[in-house]
């Protein structure tokens, strides 16, 4: 058994099985996903372009709001555009390297998403609880180093996730009960024991989201707790950017937290929960934003309607 384990052909791609087996469910999600990106990736590069052609935009809020956008309309490029050729195709096959780069653009991005909020919300409280010192502490050179440095703490803990991977054997069994590459599906996959690498993975991946969450959640308390004795005017604007803030959180996290914090039982919700979390959150996120914001709404306006009269 052994040996011929030992000559077994080593895995070169996976068969995706999908979303869901029936047609019906599948034709659904197509035309939904599809929807959801010819109205909502054009939104987003709508909100990059409104916030780097406004000169009143430059508040390091703006500032980040635009690489949450990035950020969001990159995320929906690494599972979505697969996802709806799939739909089309017979055989959904994924090969391993595929796969690695897929894992590995995901958790790049999604973490240096969860970090960007991290700075966010400590954004919003050095604007309200100390509105003196915000402009010293949060200067244009601080916030490229803080953007600089969730790109770097994205990159090394996706990093440390493929290494992971990459050196778990596959030789046998070659289908991702999924419609995309994630940690969960792929180390099921591995023909030796997983339980370290498991363990592993749920203390990067499971750890880091849930304390990233309670942090923000703690964060957002702080700054409401504050925002109490302020005067109504400021008050209100306080209270609107926290609560769409709050609502992200949820909507990022959430997903996030169900897929990650446990040891790999499969759940039937775990693929309904993944759609969220990889195509439409991700979109949602700065529609939220931007609709709860009236500078970023009032700014969209008039770069609309000047290039819209010309």
């Known amino acids: ?7 077994s052909t080593v895995v070169t791609e996976f068969i995706l099985l999908g979303l869901t087996q029936s047609q019906q469910t599948q034709l659904l999600v197509f035309v939904l996903v599809l929807v959801f990106y010819l109205i909502i990736l054009p939104g987003n590069l709508l909100i990059i372009l409104t916030i780097r052609s406004d000169p009143g935009l430059t508040a390091p809020l703006y500032f980040f709001l635009g690489n949450l956008a990035f950020l969001d309309a990159s995320y929906s490029f690494i599972v979505a555009p697969r996802m709806l050729v799939d739909f089309l195709s017979e055989k959904k096959i994924i090969s391993y390297r595929g796969c690695i780069t897929q894992l590995f653009f995901l958790h790049f991005l999604g973490v240096g998403e969860m970090f960007l909020l991290v700075v966010m919300a400590f954004d919003r409280y050095m604007a309200i609880c100390h509105p003196l010192r915000y402009s010293t502490v949060m200067s244009p050179r601080v916030c490229y180093a803080l953007l600089l440095a969730l790109w770097l703490g994205g990159f090394t803990h996706s990093i440390v996730q493929v290494a992971l991977i990459l050196h778990l054997p596959f030789c046998g069994p070659n289908q991702l009960d999924n419609f995309f590459c994630d940690v969960p599906q792929v ?11 498991e363990l592993l993975m749920v203390s990067n991946s499971g750890l880091l989201t849930l304390l990233c969450f309670l942090g923000l959640l703690a964060s957002y308390a702080v700054i409401l707790y504050r925002v109490k004795g302020h005067t109504s005017e400021g008050k209100h604007k306080a209270l609107s950017t926290c609560t769409t803030h709050i609502i992200i959180v949820f909507l990022m996290f959430g997903p996030a937290i169900f897929i990650y914090t446990r040891p790999f039982r499969a759940f039937p919700a775990d693929k309904v929960v993944s759609l969220f979390h990889t195509v439409i959150f991700p979109l949602m996120n700065p529609v939220i934003y931007t609709f709860r914001n009236q500078e970023v709404k009032a700014s969209m306006k008039r770069l609309l309607s000047r290039h819209m009269i010309c």
């Open 187 to 197: 180390i099921k996959l591995a023909c030796t024991d997983t339980f370290v690498v």
């Open 1 to 7: 058994g052994e040996m011929e384990r030992e000559n």
